[in-house]
């Protein structure tokens, strides 16, 4: 794996984020005056942009989305960032990818600045050779542009073992968009079969089967 660049996603790859995410989303949305109970659908918004959700599922017209982004954080970065949990094994791939002299790197919607946050709570930013996620004012919130902006820190590496890795559709595109190898982890948030239907390279169904796909 010493040649190896490997970009993961975060929330429904590295760590299960869905309690905070979705108290987050709860608590949005109740300062807005609206209610959101169902279990699926809020589970199914764990991956995609903040703007993606609110804008498209809720406040469709003008700048109401921004407001419920900013009472999203106002909940999150106070205790929705901890509702959180490392998946079993994940610090075992990322250490061995790591041991071997791979380069890993993050490739999130999530903001950049959160996402280092949590990445030291559970110590393992050390192995990360770049984090890159969103900006905090919504821009740079495209798995096209995050994937890319990770390949420019890493020096557009030309290799044929760069690889991709998340639980929902955008990342595997983000992934084929820019001819990475994509691996698509089905332990995450991905509703039934979007994964399947997204053709990544390899399907896995535990962290440790990851390692198996380099």
């Given at each position: 794996m010493k040649n190896h660049f490997v970009l993961f996603d975060l929330d429904g790859t590295i760590t299960d984020s869905s309690l905070g995410i979705i108290n987050s989303i709860q608590y949005a949305l109740n300062k807005m005056g609206l209610e959101e109970n169902d279990n699926d659908r809020l589970r199914s918004y764990v991956g995609p942009s903040l703007k993606q959700t609110f804008l498209s599922n809720y406040f469709p017209e003008g700048d109401?989305?921004?407001?419920?982004?900013?009472?999203?954080?106002?909940?999150?970065?106070?205790?929705?960032?901890?509702?959180?949990?490392?998946?079993?094994?994940?610090?075992?791939?990322?250490?061995?990818?790591?041991?071997?002299?791979?380069?890993?790197?993050?490739?999130t919607a999530k903001p950049t600045y959160f996402a280092k946050i949590i990445l030291k709570y559970f110590g393992i930013y050390d192995v990360f050779d770049t984090v890159v996620g969103s900006h905090l004012e919504g821009t740079r919130s495209s798995?096209?542009?995050?994937?890319?902006?990770?390949?420019?820190?890493l020096g557009l590496p030309q290799s044929d073992s760069i690889f991709?890795?998340?639980?929902?559709?955008?990342?595997?595109?983000?992934?084929?968009?820019?001819?990475?190898?994509?691996?698509?982890?089905?332990?995450?948030?991905?509703?039934?079969?979007?994964?399947?239907?997204?053709?990544?390279?390899?399907?896995v169904n535990s962290t440790k089967e990851i390692l198996s796909c380099f």
């Open positions: 109401a989305y921004l407001q419920a982004i900013k009472y999203y954080r106002e909940y999150y970065a106070e205790q929705g960032i901890f509702e959180n949990k490392l998946y079993e094994g994940i610090e075992d791939v990322l250490e061995t990818v790591h041991n071997a002299g791979g380069k890993i790197a993050l490739a798995k096209n542009e995050i994937i890319f902006e990770v390949l420019d820190q991709m890795i998340g639980d929902r559709e955008y990342d595997i595109f983000g992934g084929q968009h820019h001819n990475l190898k994509t691996i698509g982890v089905e332990y995450g948030y991905g509703p039934k079969g979007e994964l399947l239907n997204a053709k990544p390279d390899y399907l």
